[in-house]
């Protein structure tokens, strides 16, 4: 592994940081931090709701930019013996995206509409939607769908935020073909993904996030969520396999 070196990109709340390191003793090369600009103007957000939500190209600029400027730090001969990427970000994050796994907010119709954008790990909206999935849970199903996550279903995490979308913007839910994670679609569009169903989505994201396990066999059955809400109807389907 000598001269070889690898990208770190670190998606935190208000920016994203990119480093480069040294595989053979782990040196920091470079790095290079990037605020989101559309985030730190304070852009589709009501604290006083607990609505956060930030747009893709926050993301989509941050990481082009932090990455550039890390290159260009580290110099041409340590760039061309760059040799993998690695992704980490906040969660839960998900977004609404169409079938080719476009977040909806890339598109010109949903452009300036925060239900369309990624729904931030510390956005609370969906308390209502969290405390109804506890409830079905425990309304006599077979199986303890909950009983991966501690027992108790949070409003920051992936089914809820699902839901409250679906619930809060008939055009989005019209339009949202399936739900992705931060950490999922970032992978996803550096390897130039364009079929939802061909994304490869994380274990750690599917399993606490969105209740996927071995024990069920994937994810909890369809009608555990359409019994839940119609709108969920066929999400799994479109969603882990």
């Known amino acids: 592994m000598r001269d070889t070196y690898v990208i770190g990109v670190d998606y935190g709340t208000d920016s994203v940081r990119s480093i480069i390191v040294d595989t053979s003793n782990g040196r920091e090369v470079a790095a290079s931090v990037f605020a989101y600009p559309r985030w730190r103007d ?4 009501d604290a006083a709701a607990q609505q956060f939500r930030q747009h ?10 932090s990455i550039k400027s890390c290159l260009a730090k580290a110099g041409k ?3 061309k013996n760059i040799k993998g990427i690695s992704i980490d970000t906040t969660g839960s994050t998900p977004v609404a995206t169409d079938a ?14 925060p239900h369309a954008m ?12 969290a405390a109804e999935i506890n409830a079905h849970a425990a309304s006599g199903w077979d199986q303890n769908y909950l009983q991966f996550v501690g027992g108790i279903y949070s ?8 839901l409250k979308t679906l619930r809060t913007d008939s055009a989005v839910a019209k339009a949202c073909y399936s739900w992705v994670e931060h950490c999922d ?4 569009v550096l390897t130039g993904g364009n079929d939802i169903h061909q994304m490869k989505r994380g274990v750690c ?21 359409s019994q839940l809400d119609p709108l969920l109807t066929g999400f799994t389907k479109r969603l882990f396999t």
Do not use: M, Q
């Open 155 to 162: 409003s920051e995490w992936f089914w809820a935020k699902l």
């Open 118 to 129: 990624f729904v931030l790990w510390k956005d609370h909206t969906a308390i209502r939607e």
């Open 185 to 188: 679609w970032i992978p996803f």
């Open 42 to 45: 304070g852009l589709f957000c």
């Open 77 to 79: 001969d340590i760039a």
């Open 56 to 65: 893709p190209l926050d993301y989509l600029e941050g990481l082009e930019e």
């Open 205 to 225: 994201a599917a399993g606490h996030k969105a209740l996927w396990a071995e024990a069920f066999g994937g994810l909890p059955p369809d009608n555990f969520f």
């Open 100 to 113: 080719k796994g476009t977040p909806l907010a890339l598109l010109p119709e949903f452009e300036n509409n």
